[in-house]
């Protein structure tokens, strides 16, 4: 069995071989001038899709700019104004607590006090080792 591999040649290299031989030449320098015109416009149709898609990119990139910079002036105007009212809301919040704060925090700092003491005993009593059923397999006694 013999096996029969064909080299397909490139136009450039299709040229070269055409102006090298003389007897396939006229064919070959036909089809490799073809072949590297054909490359050729191949390659700017390449490089003017790419032009075109990253002009669109850099278009839609803009109309999303400027969609977002609308959208965080009207955030920034939302935020003064809540920003110019706050002192108002502050001193009503003031009027209206009374004395129900004090009790709260009281209230709430016995809580914190009585889980930390909860806390404290259970991570104590875990770190002691349990005391072993077994006797000694030392003596305790010590010698005289």
Known sequence: MSS?????????QRLGRGLKNSVAGPVDVTRGAVGVG???????????????QRGRVARQLKADLATAQ????????AAQEVVAGLPDALDKARRSRGRRRPVLLAG?????LAGGAAAFTIIRRSTQPEPSPLPPSVEVAPRP
Do not use: F, H, M, Q
């Open 70 to 77: 609308d959208a965080i002036s009207a955030e920034i105007s």
């Open 108 to 112: 709430i700092g016995l809580a914190v």
């Open 38 to 52: 054909l490359d050729s416009v191949r390659s700017s149709a390449a490089w003017v899709g790419n032009r075109y």
């Open 4 to 12: 029969k591999t064909v080299v397909r040649l490139t136009p450039s």
